[in-house]
């Protein structure tokens, strides 16, 4: 059996000396680095202390853990030694001057999904690699498109150490090999099936949602007895690393819409470095990624922490989620002869 090829192989392959192209590998594989050591540390759980214990609120509602600031200076530390002119992180509330001359910004969340380590469940690290501009030391530089972005995707530190991600060739999936300490590809070019029967949400908020994401999911609950004509399985696990993994895997359709709540009307994930890079790893594995009403890569940031809706997964069940938000189909839902509770229901 051949071995499969090395991070650092395919990087050189795709690169092929050309110097913007050689910063991204650089980026991505000092990224890497971080990766494993992250990958050791939470492998030894309670033996390496209490990482999830709290060190006081950030931002807002945000539960800042002590293995948060430590996945952030270690992942800081290695962008020092990459071509980096700057680093903005969840764990930040500015971007960090790391070399004014270098030519990409990179924007971390550097460990999404920490609420959940003290329950030994996958948490990741997403990350999200930009052309640098001017002022690179400011927030201004950061808010870029996610068409602008030169590689993104995230670790996945869970039964196995996984690297998702796409410089726009594809979305790759590297496996972390323990034994000698190299991500080795694993899943080349990734293709999430177009449709789907499993859905990602949180459905203890349901009484907070609008109408097309209450329509959506009804929907689906209803299963084969419903409009949709078959059955649908639900999935949480309240990291959303290991969610969209998941889609990634097998499909599936994840949500985490804004909602009524104080502080939820945007939705949760950081627009910057959170859901422009799952939406570029979706969207070049066949999928799609959308706020509900316009595509993901197209939103134009308005500050370095801005939150957003999410909608992204199997393209068919993604579209079919996004034309609920138009509200034709909704109004016929309500209607008095074909709502649910209607005369033309059955």
């Known amino acids: 059996m051949n071995q499969p090829q090395s991070l650092a192989a395919y990087f050189s392959g795709w690169a092929a000396d050309r110097p913007a192209r050689l910063a991204v590998a650089a980026t991505v594989r000092a990224l890497a680095t971080a990766a494993i050591e992250l990958a050791e540390l939470l492998g030894r759980g309670a033996l390496a202390g209490t990482l999830g214990r709290s060190t006081g609120k950030k931002g807002e509602g945000d539960d800042q853990k002590e293995i948060d600031l430590l996945a952030n200076d270690s992942i800081v530390e290695v962008l020092r030694g990459a071509p980096v002119a700057s680093v903005a992180s969840e764990e930040m509330d500015a971007p960090l001057l790391l070399d004014e001359k270098a030519p990409l910004l990179v924007a971390v969340d550097p460990l999404d999904g920490s609420s959940n380590i003290d329950a030994d469940l996958s948490i990741g690290t997403i990350f999200t690699v930009l052309p640098a501009l001017e002022h690179n030391e400011d927030p201004s530089a950061f808010l870029q498109c996610g068409v602008n972005q030169l590689a993104g995707g995230f670790f996945l530190y869970g039964p196995q150490t996984v690297l998702v991600v796409t410089v726009g060739a594809g979305t790759q999936i590297f496996t972390l090999d323990r034994s000698t300490g190299t991500f080795l590809l694993t899943h080349p070019k990734v293709e999430i099936p177009q449709r789907t029967n499993e ?148």
Not at 219 to 239: A, E, L, Q, V
Not at 244 to 253: D, E, K, L, P
Not at 257 to 266: E, V
Not at 278 to 307: M, Y
């Open 199 to 346: 859905y990602a949400i949180n459905d203890s908020n349901s009484r907070h949602w609008d109408d097309p994401i209450r329509t959506y999911i009804d929907d689906c609950r209803r299963g084969k007895d419903g409009p949709r004509g078959r059955d649908f399985n639900m999935r949480w696990t309240g990291s959303p690393v290991a969610d969209i993994y998941r889609i990634v895997s097998r499909g599936g359709i994840y949500l985490y819409p804004g909602d009524k709540r104080r502080g939820f009307r945007d939705g949760r994930l950081r627009l910057i470095y959170e859901a422009n890079p799952i939406a570029w790893v979706i969207e070049q594995a066949g999928g799609v990624a959308s706020t509900g009403r316009e595509r993901l890569l197209e939103v134009r940031p308005a500050s370095l922490h801005q939150r957003v809706p999410v909608i992204a997964g199997s393209r068919i069940e993604v579209e079919h989620a996004v034309r609920l938000h138009d509200g034709f189909q909704i109004r016929g839902e309500r209607s008095p002869l074909f709502s649910r509770r209607g005369l033309l229901r059955f």
